[in-house]
């Protein structure tokens, strides 16, 4: 039971072009929606996040645009950069306990 | 700076071994979860805790158990290795409010890559 679904699986962008990753969620109960980064050889780290009641949140290079009542929401990466390769996990959270469901991931390969 | 630490980067067990997974934090988080990470598949949960001696099942809980006997430890078990539970383990840890770091961020260790033969 997938109740987060990210797409795509893999993603290849030119470096200064836009990287678009889409996540659409069922439960009306997340409340929260994270986009987490994790490089090789590494855990996955916060790299952006927004609540149902924002339509759009912009961090430097990054953006998520959330549709409440599409529940969907995307992940923006401009001027994407070969240092931005990585793989990129949507999540969403429910109530209590900082339990969250991740996406599948899609791996970003930015080349120059 | 936050800290997750996982006992080891890398494992392999034999099948029908028990196999113990360690993960300690240092920023007095209540919260602490087990995942595994496959290709195509994502992070799944396989149980969290959000107290010492207090334990949720997430969403694969099947084959493994987990002991938190203090607040910064938290154990995966495997009591009886298969193959199918070779894969990257990670272990995260989240605030309430109370510890260091952002209280809406989970904040992971480096994993471990389990292979059983």
């Known amino acids: 039971q997938q109740q987060v679904k990210q797409s795509p699986q893999s993603l290849i962008v030119q470096k200064g072009g836009i990287s678009i990753i889409n996540c659409a969620y069922e439960?009306?109960?997340?409340?929260?929606f994270p986009w987490y980064q994790q490089f090789p050889g590494k855990g996955p780290a916060l790299l952006i996040a927004i609540r149902p009641d924002v339509s759009e949140k912009k961090e430097g290079r990054f953006t998520i645009s959330f549709n409440k009542s599409a529940k969907q929401f995307s992940l923006h990466i401009m001027d994407s950069q070969p240092g931005d390769s990585a793989t990129y996990f949507c999540a969403a959270r429910t109530g209590g306990y900082q339990k969250v469901t991740f996406g599948t991931g899609t791996k970003l390969q930015v080349i120059p | 700076d936050v800290k997750v630490t996982q006992s080891s980067r890398y494992l392999v067990k034999r099948t029908g071994e028990k196999v113990f997974l360690e993960c300690v934090q240092d920023?007095?988080?209540?919260?602490m979860f087990w995942y595994r990470q496959d290709p195509g598949l994502g992070l799944r949960l396989i149980y969290f805790s959000y107290d010492v001696k207090m334990k949720e099942k997430g969403d694969i809980p099947e084959g493994y158990s987990v002991s938190r006997e203090k607040k910064e430890r938290f154990s995966l078990i495997l009591e009886s290795a298969s193959t199918n539970q070779t894969s990257m383990y990670l272990c995260?840890?989240?605030?309430?409010?109370?510890?260091?770091?952002?209280?809406?961020?989970?904040?992971f260790g480096p994993g471990t890559r389990l292979t059983v033969l």
């Open positions: 995260a840890s989240s605030s309430n409010g109370l510890g260091r770091g952002g209280v809406d961020t989970q904040y």
């Open positions: 439960n009306t109960a997340f409340d929260y």
């Open positions: 920023m007095d988080h209540e919260n």
